[in-house]
């Protein structure tokens, strides 16, 4: 593992932000019987939104319903709702995504309001596992209150730092269980 998550992300014109979030792992480090599949899928977006409960303490709380997922306040308010999940399953590739179509995160004004991806990929050939995450024209609701340029000022000060902390807690935690357990040296080889 490279063990470190890179960044990138930017707001278009229209004030949508676009961000992906990923690292990298060396597959002679990845456990053999590893495979891109469904249950890979699923175990990523259940893993994904447990790290957002444990992260934030109570605070935000998902709840999987109908395929999508209610990410609640403590009060019961919605912060954010994933709903049409998709999972596209190829040789190199896995991708499960979702809508983003509400809570009180999201801009109201808007008919589309983005979509949240995570994926798992292999590259260069297969060297390397390319684990991300991706919020895709993602429409933020202190970009449509405060306009483009302090909504997304305020915007990377404030939702953009939790959201980075989260994706890379997720990402770092995945990448551990996907990787080889080296077993402890013994003392004498530690000796010799």
């Known amino acids: 593992m490279s063990g470190r998550v890179e960044h990138q992300h930017h ?5 949508r932000l676009f961000a992906e979030h990923w690292l990298t792992i060396a ?5 053999p019987d590893f495979q891109l599949n469904a249950a890979f899928a699923d175990q990523l977006a259940h893993a994904y939104f447990e790290t957002v409960r444990r992260v934030n ?14 990410v609640h306040t403590f009060f ?7 709903q049409n999940k998709r999972v596209d399953i190829q040789p190199q590739k896995t991708t499960v ?11 109201r004004r808007v008919k589309d309001g983005g979509q949240f991806l ?8 297969g060297a390397q596992l390319k684990l991300s995450s991706a919020l895709d024209s993602y429409a933020a609701r202190l ?30 935690e995945q990448a551990r269980e ?4 080296s077993k402890p040296r013994s003392e004498k080889e530690t000796n010799d």
């Open 27 to 31: 597959r002679e480090k990845i456990r």
């Open 143 to 172: 970009t449509e209150i405060f306009g483009r340029r302090l909504g997304a000022f305020i915007y990377d000060l404030t939702q953009g730092v939790s959201h980075q902390f989260i994706i890379t807690k997720f990402l770092r």
């Open 11 to 15: 707001f278009d014109p229209e004030g």
């Open 76 to 82: 019961g308010r919605d912060v954010l709702v994933f």
């Open 178 to 181: 996907l990787q080889i357990v």
């Open 97 to 107: 995504s979702w809508d983003i179509t509400g809570g009180f995160m999201r801009a």
């Open 118 to 125: 995570i994926r798992a990929e292999w590259r260069d050939d």
């Open 57 to 70: 303490v109570g605070l935000y709380d998902p709840e999987f319903r109908d395929g999508g997922v209610w």
